[in-house]
């Protein structure tokens, strides 16, 4: 069975960095996309970046671009996002989740989450970013 295991939430003040940690066991298939979406108090889970098991091109939301960098060890099977910059809009619950790269795609173009079109998710870690 396919688990992922988060950590590095945190606190954080504004301006601060810091790098959160995915590392998956269990076996994958497929083409997949393995990333991180977010969820504020009172809002909609939302995707922020994944990097593709293609060709490990990244994704990221208009958020988070020019700001974070996603990176995977593959011998780790660990995945992780550098976050740069950090404001207080950042401060959510980051969960890592695993999907087909259709599902990653799709859930980014429609703005739709069918959170059970993933294959995994992590328990979430929170971020707080204080002003």
């Known amino acids: 069975q396919l688990q992922l295991v988060e950590s590095g939430g945190g606190l954080v003040q504004s301006g601060r960095s810091l790098r959160l940690s995915c590392t998956a066991s269990?076996?994958?298939?497929?083409?997949?996309?393995i990333g991180w979406f977010r969820q504020a108090p009172g809002k909609g889970r939302e995707a922020v970046s994944f990097i593709s098991s293609i060709d490990g091109s990244p994704y990221y939301s208009d958020s988070l671009k020019g700001r974070a960098t996603i990176s995977g060890d593959n011998a780790r099977k660990t995945v992780y996002l550098q976050m740069n910059s950090l404001k207080p809009e950042d401060s959510a619950v980051y969960y890592c989740?695993?999907?087909?790269?259709?599902?990653?795609?799709?859930?980014?173009?429609?703005?739709?989450?069918?959170?059970?079109?993933?294959?995994?998710w992590g328990q979430g870690t929170l971020v707080t970013v204080s002003s």
């Open positions: 989740a695993l999907g087909p790269l259709a599902t990653w795609i799709n859930t980014i173009m429609v703005g739709t989450l069918d959170i059970n079109a993933f294959d995994a």
């Open positions: 269990g076996t994958t298939s497929g083409d997949y996309g």
